[in-house]
């Protein structure tokens, strides 16, 4: 058992031939690289529970490079993390029935705060969180003011609109730029619309540090699990990026 251990975590870290030699100096036991890959394509995971309830989660995208049929060249391909905040990681790889059961088998509470960017395949799968409770979605703070800035033009302009979003008005924001003309300021103008239920007063929910205004915390996950995926040349085979995954989640959780 202390000898799988050590291989797991290892190969959580490096790659597979980096942690063959890495178990090799540690242990004194020399095992091959291919050995250490059906190690982890074989393990079998269970999924962790939060054992305090859930009251922040935030679900975000990241990459993976994936090798394609033998002639063929590679390609990146998303999946998705979440991050139950104060508490666990998990991410999917064309799993997103797994990702929302994992979210909703945790201990929630009755009012769920979600945290995400723009894009509506994240609001897709938030849209099925805590289907026994309520949730709170909030836009995500600095995606928003992303948004805003790429409008452009002068601050006159994007400052007023910075304040009015930190609280939460839409529809005086968009006013702002009714006169505008650009194609910039139509386009924002619509994505505030779309996402107007979402973006909340930001202002009173940081101080009165009643939660999260920004989906750092799964940002930051994703970051973390890209260390081991996107190691320098590292491409991967559909079969076993679920398991590394798996893997790479277990060893940020503390779990392995």
């Given at each position: 058992?202390?000898?799988e251990?050590?291989?797991?975590?290892?190969a959580?870290?490096?790659?597979?031939?980096k942690?063959?030699?890495e178990?090799?100096v540690q242990t004194g036991?020399?095992?091959g690289?291919?050995?250490?890959?059906?190690l982890?394509s074989?393990?079998?995971?269970?999924?962790?529970i939060?054992?305090?309830?859930?009251?922040e989660?935030s679900v975000?995208?990241g990459?993976?490079?994936?090798?394609?049929q033998?002639g063929e060249?590679?390609?990146?391909?998303?999946?998705?993390?979440v991050?139950?905040?104060s508490?666990f990681y998990?991410?999917?790889f064309?799993?997103n029935?797994?990702?929302?059961n994992?979210?909703?088998?945790?201990?929630?509470?009755p009012?769920l705060?979600?945290l995400?960017?723009g894009?509506?395949r994240?609001?897709n799968l938030?849209?099925?969180f805590n289907?026994?409770g309520?949730?709170?979605?909030i836009?995500d703070?600095?995606h928003?003011?992303e948004?805003?800035?790429k409008?452009?033009?002068?601050?006159?302009?994007?400052e007023?609109?910075?304040?009015?979003?930190?609280?939460?008005q839409?529809?005086?924001?968009i006013?702002?730029?009714?006169?505008?003309?650009s194609r910039?300021?139509a386009?924002?103008?619509n994505?505030?619309?779309?996402h107007?239920?979402?973006?909340?007063n930001?202002?009173?929910l940081?101080e009165?540090?009643i939660?999260?205004?920004?989906?750092?915390?799964?940002?930051?996950?994703v970051k973390?699990?890209?260390?081991?995926?996107?190691?320098?040349?590292?491409?991967?085979?559909l079969?076993?990026?679920?398991?590394?995954?798996k893997?790479?989640?277990t060893y940020?959780?503390?779990?392995?």
């Open positions: 058992m202390l000898l251990k050590c291989s797991l975590r290892m959580a870290v490096l790659s597979f031939e942690a063959a030699i178990v090799g036991i020399k095992i690289h291919s050995a250490l890959h059906r982890v074989q393990k079998e995971w269970s999924e962790p939060a054992e305090l309830s859930i009251k989660t975000d995208g990459k993976v490079r994936v090798r394609g033998q060249g590679s390609q990146w391909l998303d999946y998705k993390a991050r139950l905040h508490s998990a991410a999917y064309q799993e029935e797994s990702l929302i994992f979210v909703n088998n945790q201990p929630l509470s009012l705060t979600c995400g960017d894009h509506d994240i609001w938030i849209n099925k289907p026994q309520r949730r709170r979605e836009l703070w600095f928003l003011m948004n805003l800035h409008v452009g033009g002068s601050n006159k302009r994007l007023p609109a910075r304040k009015l979003l930190w609280e939460g839409v529809k005086e924001t006013k702002l730029f009714e006169s505008a003309g910039q300021a386009n924002f103008c994505y505030i619309t779309k107007r239920h979402r973006i909340v930001y202002q009173l940081s009165e540090n939660c999260s205004i920004g989906s750092g915390a799964v940002e930051s996950t973390q699990i890209d260390r081991r995926l996107k190691i320098s040349g590292a491409q991967w085979s079969k076993n990026i679920s398991q590394m995954l893997l790479r989640c940020l959780n503390e779990l392995l």
